[in-house]
């Protein structure tokens, strides 16, 4: 859990209070009670206020000997102004701040001791002063973050110093390349930062751009499963299909972009969702969700054959085989005779892609210019998801053991190594395939690709808000969820064979857990939003990244209910 000293939230609410009853008429003659000890205690410090008005957001700097004077200091400039303040944040910097090198002209810093104060800036842990002139321009950790919700490539490439030194730049009214100019002085400081909460009438820590979680528990996992529920529901258009991206920072969303294989897994996650909760609203969203589905359906060259045909044309195995997950769901929860039907349609075109050594095609040949063999690692353990799934329901046309020569073939092909293929899918499709044949390689498999995935878990004294989740940078909400629903999968085989790995794996992804939900939107998580409550259940991709696309909340969903059940208690407990 991500450390905050819990003296300094009474001196954090106070001065927000404060500062609120000064800016804000309607606060005017509030009783504040006496300021805490924390508030009176003398000693040099600085002081940002920044004014949030949704996606709009104004600083104002100010010095004292104390934190009211220095706080007096910046609502005065604050005064001046007369921003709209809908949020209002503090940045508490004691000391001064530390000269900081430019990176070369190629952008890198060639000393260790500058790659670890750059490290601090492009993990949004410092913030930048920028002098010009005689003037200082402080920009707080939390407008890195923001500024850097624009930047291109932001999904798959991590921050640079270069970055961060456009957006701040950016910030300050400057061109982005004005940095390498030798007037351009540079240094950074850390924060103690706050923020007011949806009341306004308590202060809330803010770390790396976002607000920790105090405790978390199996309750609050449910809790925003079901929220990232209702975003998915508040965002399924007449037709059953979903805004398959939505950026709150950048105020987009995708109008004709679509991925079919995404729009089955969300329908998968919904249905799950509705069999956890007993909630008929999700459930209603799936068979809506299904209901788009039947006009990307295709009859297949042999007869009693269909596939799926994605957007972009092509025909991909991954889209057949959560098409098959997700009719299974509705097989659970809502049964209707053309289900049967389709499943086996389905589910033979799958079997059709299977070649004699097990592997299956990616790709069914449309077009004439789909990738020959298997080049997806994630479709394989997809299409046998499926087919285990159907099968268990008694729908089964050499489906099952089209599967397990699917398993057995991917384990023989990466026996020898070392570190495996985060295959998450594959991981829940053994969980299923073992209840049948019990292969101790199953277990085996399972536990390795979940070894593999841990390895990459950041440690506790990594930065506070990557503690837990999975490596590398960028860091991607989607990266840790996808692994926690292999993981699940793996303890889930392991409890039930008494495997002594399980304990030890639940409580490796529960650490994920201060990672995952700030990045999760609600009121609070999404201060810096023009109307938060509409994106509230949304994850956002990244830290620096706020567009939401369905299958970061598909994978959230499934991995919070995942974890949920493993936690649930036993019979006969409370």
């Known amino acids: 859990m991500t450390s905050v000293d819990p003296l300094a939230e009474p001196s954090a609410s106070w001065l927000l209070r404060w500062a609120r009853t000064q800016l804000d008429r309607a606060s005017q003659g509030v009783e504040l009670g006496p300021p805490p000890g924390g508030v009176r205690a003398v000693r040099p410090v600085t002081v940002i206020l920044t004014a949030h008005?949704?996606?709009?957001?104004?600083?104002?700097?100010?010095?004292?000997?104390?934190?009211?004077?220095?706080?007096?200091?910046?609502?005065?400039?604050?005064?001046?102004?007369?921003?709209?303040?809908?949020?209002?944040?503090?940045?508490?910097?004691?000391?001064?701040?530390?000269?900081?090198?430019?990176?070369?002209?190629?952008?890198?810093?060639?000393?260790?001791?500058?790659?670890?104060?750059?490290?601090?800036?492009?993990?949004?842990?410092?913030?930048?002063?920028?002098?010009?002139?005689?003037?200082?321009?402080?920009?707080?950790?939390?407008?890195?973050?923001?500024?850097?919700?624009?930047?291109?490539?932001?999904?798959?490439?991590?921050?640079?110093?270069?970055?961060?030194?456009?957006?701040?730049?950016?910030?300050?009214?400057?061109?982005?390349?004005?940095?390498?100019?030798?007037?351009?002085?540079?240094?950074?400081?850390?924060?103690?930062?706050?923020?007011?909460?949806?009341?306004?009438?308590?202060?809330?820590?803010?770390?790396?751009?976002v607000i920790p979680l105090g405790s978390i528990d199996r309750a609050c996992m449910l809790a925003s499963a079901q929220a990232g529920g209702d975003f998915l529901l508040r965002i399924m258009r007449d037709d059953g299909s979903f805004k398959y991206t939505v950026d709150p920072w950048l105020g987009t969303e995708a109008r004709s972009a679509y991925n079919i294989v995404r729009h089955a897994g969300t329908s998968a996650?919904?249905?799950?969702?509705?069999?956890?909760?007993?909630?008929?609203?999700?459930?209603?969203?799936?068979?809506?969700?299904?209901?788009?589905?039947?006009?990307?359906?295709?009859?297949?060259?042999?007869?009693?054959?269909?596939?799926?045909?994605?957007?972009?044309?092509?025909?991909k195995l991954g889209a057949f085989g959560l098409a098959l997950l997700a009719v299974s769901r509705k097989l659970d929860a809502a049964p209707?005779?053309?289900?049967?039907?389709?499943?086996?349609?389905?589910?033979?075109?799958?079997?059709?892609?299977?070649?004699?050594?097990?592997?299956?095609?990616?790709?069914?040949?449309?077009?004439?210019?789909?990738?020959?063999?298997?080049?997806?690692?994630?479709?394989?353990?997809?299409?046998?998801?499926?087919?285990?799934?159907?099968?268990?329901?008694?729908?089964?046309?050499?489906?099952?053991?089209?599967?397990?020569?699917?398993?057995?073939?991917?384990?023989?092909?990466?026996?020898?190594?070392?570190?495996?293929?985060?295959?998450?899918?594959?991981?829940?499709?053994?969980?299923?395939?073992?209840?049948?044949?019990?292969?101790?390689?199953?277990?085996?498999?399972?536990?390795?690709?979940?070894?593999?995935?841990?390895?990459?878990?950041?440690?506790?004294?990594?930065?506070?808000?990557?503690?837990?989740?999975f490596g590398g940078e960028p860091i991607r909400s989607t990266r840790t969820t996808a692994r926690i629903e292999g993981i699940v999968a793996a303890c889930r085989l392991g409890f039930r064979i008494g495997d002594a790995r399980a304990p030890e794996y639940l409580a490796a992804i529960q650490k994920t857990l201060p990672h995952l939900l700030p990045m999760q939107f609600d009121l609070d998580n999404g201060f810096f939003l023009d109307g938060p409550e509409a994106f509230a259940g949304g994850m956002r991709g990244g830290l620096d990244d706020a567009e939401i696309r369905i299958d970061y909340v598909q994978h959230h969903v499934s991995a919070m209910l995942g974890m949920a059940e493993l936690l649930a208690p036993s019979l006969g407990e409370t």
């Open 53 to 209: 008005n949704g996606r709009a957001s104004v600083g104002f700097s100010g010095q004292g000997g104390g934190l009211l004077e220095a706080l007096m200091s910046a609502v005065g400039h604050a005064m001046e102004a007369g921003p709209i303040a809908k949020r209002l944040q503090i940045d508490i910097i004691d000391g001064e701040p530390t000269p900081l090198a430019k990176p070369a002209s190629d952008g890198k810093v060639p000393d260790r001791a500058g790659r670890e104060a750059w490290q601090r800036l492009t993990s949004w842990q410092d913030g930048l002063v920028v002098g010009r002139g005689g003037e200082a321009r402080w920009v707080v950790p939390m407008q890195l973050v923001l500024q850097g919700m624009a930047r291109k490539d932001r999904d798959v490439e991590q921050a640079t110093p270069t970055d961060i030194l456009r957006a701040a730049m950016t910030r300050v009214g400057l061109r982005a390349n004005d940095w390498n100019k030798p007037e351009v002085e540079l240094w950074r400081f850390p924060s103690s930062a706050w923020v007011e909460d949806a009341s306004r009438t308590r202060a809330l820590p803010l770390v790396q751009g």
């Open 336 to 469: 209707e005779p053309v289900d049967r039907d389709r499943a086996l349609q389905l589910g033979r075109q799958i079997v059709a892609m299977q070649q004699p050594d097990g592997s299956f095609d990616s790709y069914l040949s449309i077009r004439g210019d789909e990738p020959d063999g298997s080049v997806s690692l994630y479709y394989p353990g997809e299409a046998m998801l499926g087919l285990a799934r159907v099968a268990a329901l008694g729908i089964d046309e050499g489906f099952l053991a089209a599967a397990h020569r699917g398993a057995d073939y991917l384990i023989a092909s990466r026996a020898g190594r070392t570190k495996m293929p985060p295959d998450a899918w594959l991981m829940q499709a053994l969980d299923l395939l073992y209840r049948t044949e019990p292969k101790q390689s199953y277990v085996e498999h399972s536990m390795a690709i979940a070894k593999s995935m841990l390895a990459d878990q950041y440690p506790s004294d990594a930065p506070p808000i990557y503690a837990g989740g």
């Open 269 to 315: 996650a919904l249905f799950e969702l509705a069999g956890a909760t007993g909630d008929d609203r999700y459930l209603r969203g799936a068979l809506r969700a299904m209901a788009f589905m039947d006009g990307w359906y295709r009859l297949g060259d042999q007869e009693g054959h269909i596939y799926v045909l994605d957007k972009d044309g092509k025909a």
